[in-house]
């Protein structure tokens, strides 16, 4: 008899966006080219196989880069963005690999998670910035300038990982996806960067583990979903480093003649830093103009508490048109405020902090920058 062999297809995917940009976060300019401004410029290959009685093999790798000089994200991940291999039927999908974590997938937001988005920015993902330096300086302002040394040379990742940005994707996880009509459900395991332990150094297979769920229910006009993230204190300093919560509740509902999108949010022991906590929230609109194009207004603010409290505010005005199904336009302004200790934006503040003079500079900046660009899709 004649092998059967099971049908099989693979697409390959992307996006290009860049944008002309000029803005300034303090002593720091910015004027170029800007890769990414809507969405991340980025590509992937996805495929699937049917191996009968409804299961399906799926993969994904996705690796993102700078259209600006083509240039990888990561150069040390040759899909930085996804890659996961998994089987998927009527039950969902369950995948192992480098994945989203729920509070990637479930974002509110008028500006569906552009560089320029209050939600993006103030949930601690500025380009080129590195929130350790952030925190860092904002533990020395509030007088722990040793904690802030340590964090400032650890801590590389974003404050936040429910954000549409590189700390909600989470390494050498298994995942689970599903949707089961109006309601979609997501949960996450990663084992982190220690799957080996040694005793002699004291380090756990699982001292960096995190997980994530999240659940959404979606009925024609009406989005509402929560998030919760929970992640394991990977440092262990004493009397400084902590294990990480976070959760989010949002929604949208389109009205026909505007969107409206808004979402809470708070985080404990934030980038794991004992006692540092989060408050965020942002609101935002999408108005129809004529039948391609839209207007975006949002704003949103967030807390950082710690000893004290410290405040950013971000605000964004911006217009999309789209020119066809896979071609949009764009233009936009963002103005983020920050309170002395904090230097969120979309462009890096140049923070430091001098050890040896005890010094922090570059935070309370405001940060402005407008951009004008086009996103294509493939």
Known sequence: SAPAFAQSNVTIYGVADAGLAWGEHGDNDFSGVLSGVLSGSRLGFRGTEDLGNGLKAVFTLEQGFDIGNGAENDSSKAFQRQAFVGLAGG????????????????????????????????????????????????????????????????????????????????????????TFGAIRARAIYSFGGNEM??????????????????????????????????????????????????????????FGVLTLAGSYQQASNANYIRDLDVDLWQVGVIVPVGAAGNVHLAYGEAEYDFDGESKSKSYTLAYTHALSKRTTAYVGYNRTDNDEGLALGPIASGVAYNATTDVVTGTGEESDIVAVGIRHTF
């Open 91 to 178: 039950f969902g999908a369950v995948t192992l690999g480098r994945q989203y974590a729920p509070g990637y997938d479930f974002q509110y937001d008028a500006l569906a998670s552009a560089i320029i988005s209050p939600q993006a920015i103030l949930s601690g993902a500025p380009i080129g910035g590195k929130f350790g330096e952030i925190a860092g300086a904002m533990l020395t302002a509030e007088g722990f300038p040793a904690e802030g040394a340590f964090v400032a040379a650890n801590v590389k990742d974003a404050a936040l990982t429910i954000n549409p940005g590189s700390s909600a994707r989470w390494d050498n996880s298994i995942a689970y996806n599903g």
């Open 197 to 254: 332990g040694n005793d002699a150094t004291g380090i756990d297979a699982d001292s960096d583990d995190m997980m994530g769920v999240g659940l959404e229910y979606a009925n024609g006009p009406l989005k509402v979903g929560g998030v919760y993230h929970y992640l394991k204190d990977k440092y262990d300093f004493a009397g400084v480093s902590d294990d990480q919560q976070e959760w989010l509740v949002g929604g949208s509902y389109n």
